[in-house]
Protein backbone atom coordinates (compact mmCIF):
# COMPACT_ATOMS: atom_id res chain seq x y z
CA UNK A 1 0.00 0.00 0.00
CA UNK A 2 1.16 3.35 -0.75
CA UNK A 3 2.62 5.29 2.28
CA UNK A 4 1.98 8.60 0.54
CA UNK A 5 -0.64 10.96 1.92
CA UNK A 6 -0.81 13.29 -0.91
CA UNK A 7 -4.70 14.29 -1.66
CA UNK A 8 -6.63 16.38 -4.37
CA UNK A 9 -9.93 17.53 -5.28
CA UNK A 10 -11.93 20.52 -6.65
CA UNK A 11 -11.23 23.39 -4.29
CA UNK A 12 -15.34 24.05 -4.64
CA UNK A 13 -17.89 20.87 -4.10
CA UNK A 14 -21.48 21.34 -4.03
CA UNK A 15 -23.70 18.87 -3.50
CA UNK A 16 -27.02 18.85 -2.54
CA UNK A 17 -30.93 18.65 -4.51
CA UNK A 18 -31.13 21.62 -6.44
CA UNK A 19 -27.74 22.75 -6.60
CA UNK A 20 -27.56 23.39 -10.17
CA UNK A 21 -28.95 26.58 -9.41
CA UNK A 22 -25.55 27.74 -8.03
CA UNK A 23 -24.06 27.81 -11.19
CA UNK A 24 -23.76 31.11 -11.85
CA UNK A 25 -22.82 31.94 -8.33
CA UNK A 26 -19.47 29.64 -8.75
CA UNK A 27 -19.47 31.08 -12.40
CA UNK A 28 -18.79 34.35 -10.57
CA UNK A 29 -16.93 32.93 -8.47
CA UNK A 30 -14.16 31.81 -11.49
CA UNK A 31 -14.35 35.59 -12.68
CA UNK A 32 -15.85 34.35 -15.48
CA UNK A 33 -17.89 36.21 -17.92
CA UNK A 34 -18.88 34.28 -21.23
CA UNK A 35 -18.87 30.34 -20.01
CA UNK A 36 -18.75 27.92 -23.28
CA UNK A 37 -21.45 25.14 -22.33
CA UNK A 38 -20.12 21.71 -22.74
CA UNK A 39 -23.08 19.04 -23.72
CA UNK A 40 -24.42 16.85 -25.53
CA UNK A 41 -27.60 16.52 -27.86
CA UNK A 42 -29.74 14.66 -24.96
CA UNK A 43 -28.84 17.39 -22.37
CA UNK A 44 -30.39 19.36 -24.56
CA UNK A 45 -33.44 17.81 -25.36
CA UNK A 46 -33.70 17.46 -21.88
CA UNK A 47 -33.74 21.12 -21.23
CA UNK A 48 -30.60 21.08 -19.07
CA UNK A 49 -29.05 23.02 -21.06
CA UNK A 50 -31.32 26.25 -22.03
CA UNK A 51 -31.53 26.25 -18.12
CA UNK A 52 -27.74 26.69 -17.43
CA UNK A 53 -28.11 29.31 -20.15
CA UNK A 54 -30.55 31.24 -18.06
CA UNK A 55 -29.00 30.65 -14.65
CA UNK A 56 -25.98 32.13 -16.10
CA UNK A 57 -28.02 34.79 -17.81
CA UNK A 58 -29.59 35.56 -14.39
CA UNK A 59 -26.00 36.26 -12.68
CA UNK A 60 -25.14 38.55 -16.05
CA UNK A 61 -22.68 36.01 -17.24
CA UNK A 62 -22.83 35.18 -21.16
CA UNK A 63 -22.66 31.61 -23.14
CA UNK A 64 -21.89 29.84 -26.19
CA UNK A 65 -22.82 26.07 -26.38
CA UNK A 66 -21.02 23.04 -27.72
CA UNK A 67 -22.99 20.11 -28.40
CA UNK A 68 -20.93 17.72 -30.30
CA UNK A 69 -20.22 15.07 -27.88
CA UNK A 70 -21.98 12.16 -29.25
CA UNK A 71 -20.09 9.19 -27.61
CA UNK A 72 -17.02 8.01 -26.02
CA UNK A 73 -14.89 11.64 -25.87
CA UNK A 74 -12.06 11.57 -28.99
CA UNK A 75 -9.61 14.15 -30.28
CA UNK A 76 -12.39 15.11 -33.04
CA UNK A 77 -14.98 16.57 -30.10
CA UNK A 78 -12.22 18.17 -28.40
CA UNK A 79 -10.75 20.47 -31.49
CA UNK A 80 -14.42 21.38 -32.21
CA UNK A 81 -15.05 22.72 -28.72
CA UNK A 82 -11.44 24.66 -28.34
CA UNK A 83 -12.79 26.13 -31.95
CA UNK A 84 -15.82 27.70 -30.32
CA UNK A 85 -14.06 28.51 -27.10
CA UNK A 86 -11.83 30.67 -28.82
CA UNK A 87 -14.21 31.86 -31.41
CA UNK A 88 -15.96 33.10 -28.98
CA UNK A 89 -13.68 34.81 -26.83
CA UNK A 90 -14.90 32.48 -23.60
CA UNK A 91 -13.47 32.77 -20.27
CA UNK A 92 -14.99 29.97 -18.91
CA UNK A 93 -15.99 25.90 -19.26
CA UNK A 94 -18.94 24.47 -17.97
CA UNK A 95 -19.75 20.50 -18.86
CA UNK A 96 -22.79 19.34 -18.52
CA UNK A 97 -23.33 15.62 -18.80
CA UNK A 98 -22.13 12.50 -17.73
CA UNK A 99 -18.24 11.61 -18.14
CA UNK A 100 -17.79 12.39 -21.71
CA UNK A 101 -18.69 16.13 -21.69
CA UNK A 102 -16.75 16.43 -18.48
CA UNK A 103 -13.55 14.87 -20.10
CA UNK A 104 -14.15 17.61 -22.99
CA UNK A 105 -14.27 20.21 -21.18
CA UNK A 106 -11.02 19.40 -18.85
CA UNK A 107 -8.82 18.74 -22.45
CA UNK A 108 -10.33 21.87 -23.51
CA UNK A 109 -9.29 23.75 -20.33
CA UNK A 110 -5.59 22.92 -20.26
CA UNK A 111 -5.41 23.21 -24.54
CA UNK A 112 -6.72 26.65 -24.39
CA UNK A 113 -4.12 27.90 -22.37
CA UNK A 114 -1.12 25.13 -22.75
CA UNK A 115 -1.54 24.52 -26.62
CA UNK A 116 -0.51 21.60 -28.55
CA UNK A 117 -2.26 18.25 -29.15
CA UNK A 118 -4.17 17.01 -25.69
CA UNK A 119 -2.39 13.42 -27.06
CA UNK A 120 1.09 15.74 -26.21
CA UNK A 121 0.21 15.46 -22.64
CA UNK A 122 -0.16 11.47 -22.30
CA UNK A 123 2.21 10.03 -19.53
CA UNK A 124 3.42 13.22 -19.00
CA UNK A 125 5.05 13.74 -21.88
CA UNK A 126 3.88 17.53 -21.62
CA UNK A 127 3.15 19.29 -19.05
CA UNK A 128 0.36 21.76 -18.28
CA UNK A 129 2.48 24.60 -16.86
CA UNK A 130 0.29 27.20 -17.82
CA UNK A 131 -3.27 27.62 -15.68
CA UNK A 132 -6.23 25.99 -17.46
CA UNK A 133 -9.08 27.90 -17.99
CA UNK A 134 -11.71 27.76 -15.06
CA UNK A 135 -13.57 24.77 -15.55
CA UNK A 136 -17.27 23.92 -13.34
CA UNK A 137 -18.47 19.84 -13.76
CA UNK A 138 -21.88 19.21 -13.39
CA UNK A 139 -22.23 15.60 -13.61
CA UNK A 140 -26.10 14.21 -15.15
CA UNK A 141 -25.34 10.09 -14.30
CA UNK A 142 -24.20 9.02 -11.10
CA UNK A 143 -21.05 6.69 -11.99
CA UNK A 144 -17.89 8.78 -13.34
CA UNK A 145 -16.87 11.02 -10.92
CA UNK A 146 -15.62 12.31 -13.29
CA UNK A 147 -16.48 15.52 -11.46
CA UNK A 148 -13.77 14.94 -9.04
CA UNK A 149 -10.74 13.32 -10.58
CA UNK A 150 -7.81 14.93 -12.29
CA UNK A 151 -7.94 12.21 -15.62
CA UNK A 152 -9.10 12.51 -18.80
CA UNK A 153 -9.58 9.95 -21.57
CA UNK A 154 -9.91 10.81 -24.75
CA UNK A 155 -9.74 8.41 -27.88
CA UNK A 156 -7.48 9.26 -30.43
CA UNK A 157 -9.13 8.97 -33.50
CA UNK A 158 -6.47 7.66 -36.17
CA UNK A 159 -5.40 4.92 -33.74
CA UNK A 160 -8.32 4.44 -32.00
CA UNK A 161 -6.39 4.20 -28.88
CA UNK A 162 -7.53 5.65 -25.55
CA UNK A 163 -5.07 8.21 -24.21
CA UNK A 164 -5.47 8.43 -20.50
CA UNK A 165 -3.92 11.67 -19.52
CA UNK A 166 -3.59 12.72 -15.58
CA UNK A 167 -2.39 15.87 -14.57
CA UNK A 168 -3.12 18.33 -11.56
CA UNK A 169 -4.52 20.63 -13.61
CA UNK A 170 -6.98 18.70 -15.26
CA UNK A 171 -8.79 18.75 -11.99
CA UNK A 172 -12.01 20.71 -12.62
CA UNK A 173 -12.13 23.98 -10.04
CA UNK A 174 -15.77 23.27 -8.97
CA UNK A 175 -18.09 20.23 -8.75
CA UNK A 176 -21.69 20.84 -9.09
CA UNK A 177 -23.47 17.22 -8.00
CA UNK A 178 -27.42 17.77 -8.08
CA UNK A 179 -29.01 14.39 -7.56
CA UNK A 180 -32.49 15.57 -9.14
CA UNK A 181 -30.37 15.88 -12.70
CA UNK A 182 -29.87 11.83 -12.22
CA UNK A 183 -33.36 11.61 -12.45
CA UNK A 184 -33.89 11.10 -16.16
CA UNK A 185 -31.21 8.91 -16.50
CA UNK A 186 -32.15 5.45 -18.57
CA UNK A 187 -32.51 2.60 -16.53
CA UNK A 188 -29.76 0.73 -18.55
CA UNK A 189 -27.51 4.21 -18.30
CA UNK A 190 -28.07 3.93 -14.26
CA UNK A 191 -27.27 0.11 -14.54
CA UNK A 192 -24.21 0.58 -15.96
CA UNK A 193 -22.98 3.99 -14.26
CA UNK A 194 -23.42 2.63 -11.01
CA UNK A 195 -21.41 -0.26 -11.61
CA UNK A 196 -19.12 1.73 -13.02
CA UNK A 197 -18.98 3.48 -9.82
CA UNK A 198 -18.46 0.75 -8.34
CA UNK A 199 -15.66 -0.25 -10.13
CA UNK A 200 -14.05 2.91 -9.40
CA UNK A 201 -14.42 2.24 -5.82
CA UNK A 202 -13.28 -1.24 -5.52
CA UNK A 203 -9.94 -0.81 -7.63
CA UNK A 204 -9.25 2.58 -5.63
CA UNK A 205 -9.33 -0.11 -2.49
CA UNK A 206 -7.69 -2.84 -3.73
CA UNK A 207 -4.85 -0.61 -5.72
CA UNK A 208 -1.43 -0.86 -4.89
CA UNK A 209 -1.38 2.80 -4.19
CA UNK A 210 -4.03 2.61 -1.87
CA UNK A 211 -4.11 5.10 1.58
CA UNK A 212 -5.78 6.08 4.49
CA UNK A 213 -7.30 8.67 2.79
CA UNK A 214 -9.02 7.24 -0.05
CA UNK A 215 -9.26 4.09 1.88
CA UNK A 216 -11.95 5.45 3.79
CA UNK A 217 -13.93 7.42 0.69
CA UNK A 218 -13.99 3.70 -1.16
CA UNK A 219 -15.60 2.25 1.24
CA UNK A 220 -17.94 4.79 2.00
CA UNK A 221 -19.06 4.13 -1.57
CA UNK A 222 -19.54 1.10 -1.37
CA UNK A 223 -21.64 1.21 1.07
CA UNK A 224 -23.72 3.49 -0.84
CA UNK A 225 -23.97 1.31 -3.74
CA UNK A 226 -24.61 -2.00 -2.17
CA UNK A 227 -27.49 -0.34 -0.30
CA UNK A 228 -28.95 1.44 -3.24
CA UNK A 229 -28.23 0.60 -6.94
CA UNK A 230 -30.30 -1.90 -7.18
CA UNK A 231 -33.31 0.31 -5.60
CA UNK A 232 -31.85 2.99 -7.91
CA UNK A 233 -32.74 0.71 -10.98
CA UNK A 234 -36.02 -0.14 -9.53
CA UNK A 235 -37.13 2.51 -9.13
CA UNK A 236 -36.10 5.32 -10.94
CA UNK A 237 -38.11 8.08 -9.20
CA UNK A 238 -36.56 7.19 -5.54
CA UNK A 239 -35.09 10.25 -4.99
CA UNK A 240 -33.40 9.22 -2.04
CA UNK A 241 -31.60 6.16 -3.74
CA UNK A 242 -30.32 8.35 -6.78
CA UNK A 243 -29.31 11.05 -4.26
CA UNK A 244 -27.29 8.22 -2.17
CA UNK A 245 -25.57 7.53 -5.85
CA UNK A 246 -24.63 10.75 -6.74
CA UNK A 247 -23.01 10.92 -3.60
CA UNK A 248 -21.13 7.27 -4.00
CA UNK A 249 -19.80 8.48 -7.58
CA UNK A 250 -18.57 11.33 -6.13
CA UNK A 251 -16.76 9.61 -3.47
CA UNK A 252 -15.20 7.10 -5.94
CA UNK A 253 -14.21 9.62 -8.10
CA UNK A 254 -12.35 10.88 -5.38
CA UNK A 255 -11.00 7.52 -4.23
CA UNK A 256 -9.86 6.21 -7.72
CA UNK A 257 -8.16 9.77 -8.54
CA UNK A 258 -6.03 9.43 -5.67
CA UNK A 259 -5.30 5.85 -5.81
CA UNK A 260 -5.55 4.97 -9.38
CA UNK A 261 -7.37 2.64 -10.84
CA UNK A 262 -6.16 -1.31 -12.13
CA UNK A 263 -6.85 -3.68 -14.37
CA UNK A 264 -10.47 -3.24 -14.86
CA UNK A 265 -10.22 -0.04 -16.02
CA UNK A 266 -6.62 -0.77 -18.17
CA UNK A 267 -8.88 -3.51 -20.09
CA UNK A 268 -12.02 -1.61 -20.95
CA UNK A 269 -10.46 1.42 -22.51
CA UNK A 270 -9.30 -0.40 -26.19
CA UNK A 271 -12.45 -2.27 -25.78
CA UNK A 272 -14.22 1.44 -25.97
CA UNK A 273 -11.61 2.64 -28.40
CA UNK A 274 -11.77 -0.43 -30.93
CA UNK A 275 -15.50 -1.40 -30.47
CA UNK A 276 -16.99 1.80 -29.18
CA UNK A 277 -18.84 0.41 -25.88
CA UNK A 278 -19.30 3.31 -23.38
CA UNK A 279 -16.84 3.04 -21.05
CA UNK A 280 -19.71 2.19 -17.72
CA UNK A 281 -20.79 -0.82 -19.92
CA UNK A 282 -17.21 -1.85 -20.63
CA UNK A 283 -16.05 -1.55 -17.25
CA UNK A 284 -19.04 -3.33 -15.88
CA UNK A 285 -18.86 -6.17 -18.20
CA UNK A 286 -15.29 -6.80 -16.53
CA UNK A 287 -15.85 -6.27 -13.06
CA UNK A 288 -16.84 -9.99 -12.04
CA UNK A 289 -13.98 -11.62 -14.19
CA UNK A 290 -11.17 -9.53 -13.33
CA UNK A 291 -12.23 -10.00 -9.71
CA UNK A 292 -12.28 -13.49 -9.97
CA UNK A 293 -8.61 -13.66 -11.40
CA UNK A 294 -7.33 -10.65 -8.90
CA UNK A 295 -9.04 -12.43 -5.56
CA UNK A 296 -5.98 -14.28 -4.72
CA UNK A 297 -3.63 -11.49 -4.40
CA UNK A 298 -5.97 -9.11 -2.38
CA UNK A 299 -7.97 -11.88 -0.52
CA UNK A 300 -7.90 -9.24 2.89
CA UNK A 301 -8.94 -6.17 1.12
CA UNK A 302 -11.81 -8.04 -0.54
CA UNK A 303 -13.07 -9.76 2.79
CA UNK A 304 -14.13 -6.36 4.05
CA UNK A 305 -15.62 -5.52 0.90
CA UNK A 306 -17.89 -8.85 1.23
CA UNK A 307 -18.48 -8.28 4.86
CA UNK A 308 -20.33 -5.33 3.37
CA UNK A 309 -22.21 -6.71 1.07
CA UNK A 310 -23.17 -9.71 3.77
CA UNK A 311 -22.90 -8.04 6.96
CA UNK A 312 -24.51 -10.40 9.54
CA UNK A 313 -22.61 -13.40 7.82
CA UNK A 314 -20.06 -14.49 9.85
CA UNK A 315 -17.56 -15.72 7.33
CA UNK A 316 -13.74 -16.27 7.10
CA UNK A 317 -11.03 -14.21 5.05
CA UNK A 318 -11.36 -16.07 1.95
CA UNK A 319 -15.46 -16.53 2.59
CA UNK A 320 -15.85 -12.80 2.57
CA UNK A 321 -13.60 -12.62 -0.18
CA UNK A 322 -15.69 -14.91 -2.89
CA UNK A 323 -18.86 -13.67 -1.46
CA UNK A 324 -17.51 -10.46 -3.12
CA UNK A 325 -17.11 -11.79 -6.32
CA UNK A 326 -20.17 -13.48 -5.94
CA UNK A 327 -22.04 -10.16 -4.90
CA UNK A 328 -20.52 -8.57 -8.18
CA UNK A 329 -21.90 -11.16 -10.05
CA UNK A 330 -25.60 -11.51 -8.63
CA UNK A 331 -25.59 -7.69 -8.62
CA UNK A 332 -24.45 -7.26 -12.38
CA UNK A 333 -26.67 -10.01 -13.10
CA UNK A 334 -29.39 -8.64 -11.52
CA UNK A 335 -28.99 -5.11 -13.56
CA UNK A 336 -29.17 -6.85 -16.66
CA UNK A 337 -25.58 -5.87 -17.78
CA UNK A 338 -24.89 -7.59 -21.07
CA UNK A 339 -22.08 -9.41 -22.09
CA UNK A 340 -19.61 -8.65 -25.13
CA UNK A 341 -21.47 -11.05 -27.03
CA UNK A 342 -24.83 -9.91 -26.53
CA UNK A 343 -23.79 -6.28 -26.85
CA UNK A 344 -23.73 -7.00 -30.82
CA UNK A 345 -19.37 -7.23 -31.06
CA UNK A 346 -18.09 -9.74 -33.53
CA UNK A 347 -16.72 -12.77 -32.09
CA UNK A 348 -13.94 -12.95 -34.96
CA UNK A 349 -13.54 -9.33 -34.87
CA UNK A 350 -12.92 -9.25 -31.17
CA UNK A 351 -10.83 -12.30 -31.19
CA UNK A 352 -8.28 -10.51 -33.77
CA UNK A 353 -7.52 -7.38 -31.79
CA UNK A 354 -6.66 -9.24 -28.20
CA UNK A 355 -3.35 -8.92 -28.65
CA UNK A 356 -3.90 -4.85 -29.54
CA UNK A 357 -5.89 -4.50 -26.26
CA UNK A 358 -3.65 -6.35 -24.41
CA UNK A 359 -0.56 -3.80 -25.30
CA UNK A 360 -3.27 -0.98 -24.99
CA UNK A 361 -4.25 -1.94 -21.85
CA UNK A 362 -0.45 -2.41 -20.00
CA UNK A 363 0.92 0.48 -22.65
CA UNK A 364 -1.96 2.84 -19.90
CA UNK A 365 -0.21 1.98 -16.95
CA UNK A 366 -3.38 0.84 -14.89
CA UNK A 367 -3.07 -2.96 -14.70
CA UNK A 368 0.36 -2.05 -12.96
CA UNK A 369 -1.51 -1.08 -9.99
CA UNK A 370 -3.22 -4.24 -9.82
CA UNK A 371 -2.78 -6.57 -6.63
CA UNK A 372 -1.81 -9.60 -8.93
CA UNK A 373 0.04 -7.94 -12.02
CA UNK A 374 -1.46 -9.57 -15.35
CA UNK A 375 1.20 -10.63 -18.02
CA UNK A 376 -0.03 -9.83 -21.59
CA UNK A 377 -1.25 -13.54 -21.74
CA UNK A 378 -3.47 -13.55 -18.83
CA UNK A 379 -4.67 -10.30 -20.46
CA UNK A 380 -5.56 -11.85 -23.56
CA UNK A 381 -7.09 -15.05 -22.06
CA UNK A 382 -9.38 -12.59 -19.65
CA UNK A 383 -10.13 -11.19 -22.54
CA UNK A 384 -12.01 -14.49 -24.09
CA UNK A 385 -12.98 -15.10 -21.07
CA UNK A 386 -15.32 -11.93 -21.08
CA UNK A 387 -16.81 -12.24 -24.36
CA UNK A 388 -19.03 -14.47 -23.40
CA UNK A 389 -19.00 -14.04 -19.52
CA UNK A 390 -22.16 -15.67 -17.79
CA UNK A 391 -22.55 -14.34 -14.43
CA UNK A 392 -25.06 -16.09 -13.48
CA UNK A 393 -24.13 -19.32 -14.63
CA UNK A 394 -20.97 -19.10 -12.82
CA UNK A 395 -23.35 -17.87 -9.76
CA UNK A 396 -24.77 -21.33 -9.57
CA UNK A 397 -21.55 -23.24 -10.29
Known sequence: MNTSKGFLTPPSIVYLQGAFQQVGKQALNLKGSKALIISDAIMDKLGYVDECRKLLQNDGIESAIY????????????????????????DLIISLGGGSCIDTA????????NGGYIGDYMGGRKLADQRPVPHIAIPTTAGTGAEATDVTVITNSTTQVKMMIKQPALMPDAAIVDPMLTLSTPDKVTAATGVDALSHAVEAYISRKA??????????????????LQRAYDNPEDVEAKEAMSLAALQAGMAFSNASVCLVHGMSRPIGALFHVPHGFSNAMLLPAVLEYSKVACVDRLSDIGRI????????NEQAAERTVQAVKELCHSLNIPNLKEWGIDEEEFMNAREK????????????????????????????????YQAVERVNQ
Open 67 to 90: LGVASEPTDDFVAEALRIFEGERC
Open 106 to 113: KAVSILAT
Open 211 to 228: HPMTDMLALSAIRLIAAN
Open 309 to 316: FSPDEDMT
Open 357 to 388: MAKDALDSGSPSNNPKVPTSEEIIELYQIVYN
